[in-house]
Structure formats: structure tokens, C-alpha cells
């Protein structure tokens, strides 16, 4: 009988260690997706749709739907953090490493504005978005990411804050400098290291 009173939610069992050491400090886990999106879900026709990446030493790139899908892809599942306190362990995405497109690339710039169709933009250093740290996703959980999720392709850099992971992406701009983006001007932090809580600067 001992099994019933110690069954989830009469006395909540202790969590985990193992899942307790991914949580960074001041986030819980949350049931479900929440969908975090300043101002209304863009339309974004993919006939139209490009990925561009500009500030290079060299003529930009560009990439079509076509293009993109043609890459070579990456399932990868990760942990993401929102500033509002929510954690979701293990999600599972697919899409193309931003190593990917920025193969080959040298440059003096150490920074990168990352903007969105519907105008919303985010700022981080290159090196952030090398080394097998971020992606432009287009698959979650197996289906096409969702407009409301940010489909039809997302940043993902799971390391930082998730308002550092543009949904709705079209444009990396390598800068010489760190330029605030949409919530940065607005008081968020300019880096965003959830395992340091860089909420607001
Ligand atoms: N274009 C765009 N990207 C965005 C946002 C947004 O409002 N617009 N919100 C950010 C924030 S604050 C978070 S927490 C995540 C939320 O992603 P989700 O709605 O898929 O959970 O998207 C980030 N990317
Ligand atoms: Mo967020």
C-alpha cells in the first residue's frame, strides 16, 4: 500500500539529480511547448522565403528553400531555457548546423545580428554560433516546425536565454560590433548564459 501514498503528486518524489543538474538556476520544467512571440505570427511564403548571410569579406550567400532543404542535415536534441523561467529538456529538432553555412568563412567581425520576417532581431557573438553550438531548425519532433513555433525555419542556440534563437529566421549579419537586438534594447542581458542567470542587463 506504501506504493500508493508515495505516488507522483500525493508526496511528490524527489526530482531526479540527473535531470536536476540540467536545470539551470531559477527555471522549472514546464508540460507542453510554449509558444513566446512579441507581436503577431508572420506569413512567410516559402516560394519567396531566403536565408541570407551578409557583413562576409566576400559576395553574401544566399540560400532558397530549395537550397536549404538541400543542405546537409543534423537531427540533434537539446535543453532550451526561456527567460520567463520555463525549461523543456530533450527537444528533439532537425536541421542544418550554422557551421554549415558559415563553412569556409574567415572574417575580423566578432559578432552576428540575426533577423526574423515580422522584424525581430537578436544579437551574439560568432563564436556562439560555431562549433557545433546552433542550427537553423525546420523540423520539431519530427514534423515541419510550426508557424507559431517559428516555422518554416528557426534559429536554435540552446545554450543561451531561447529569446537568443530567432523563430522566423532570414538574415545572419556578421558585425564589428555587439548591436543590441529587439528585447536586448529593452533591458534583456547582451549575452544571455542561463547557467549564470544573464536575465537583464
Ligand atoms: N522572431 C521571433 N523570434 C523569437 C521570439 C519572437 O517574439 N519573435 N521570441 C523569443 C523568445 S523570448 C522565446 S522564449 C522563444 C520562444 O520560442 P517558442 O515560441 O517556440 O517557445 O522564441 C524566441 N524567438
Ligand atoms: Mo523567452
Sequence with gaps: MGGIFRS??????????????RIPPGQHLVPGFPVLTAGPTPRVDLTTWELVLTG???ADRRWSWEEFRAL???????????????????????????????????????????????????NLPLADLRGGKAWVADVYDGQP????HGGPARLVVPHLYFWKSPK????????????PGFWEVRGYHAYGDPWREQRYS
Design 8 to 21: 507522483r503528486g500525493f508526496s511528490r518524489p524527489k526530482q531526479d539529480p540527473a535531470v536536476a543538474d
Design 72 to 122: 546537409p542535415r543534423e537531427e540533434f536534441a537539446v535543453d532550451i531555457h526561456c527567460v520567463t523561467r520555463w525549461s523543456k529538456l530533450d527537444t528533439a529538432w532537425e536541421g542544418v548546423s550554422v557551421d554549415t553555412l558559415l563553412d569556409g568563412v574567415t572574417t575580423d567581425r566578432e559578432y552576428v545580428v540575426l533577423d526574423s520576417y515580422g522584424g525581430y532581431t537578436t
Design 56 to 58: 562576409l569579406d566576400g
Design 168 to 179: 522566423w529566421v532570414h538574415g545572419l549579419r556578421l558585425s564589428g560590433r555587439d548591436e
Design 145 to 148: 516546425l510550426t508557424p507559431e
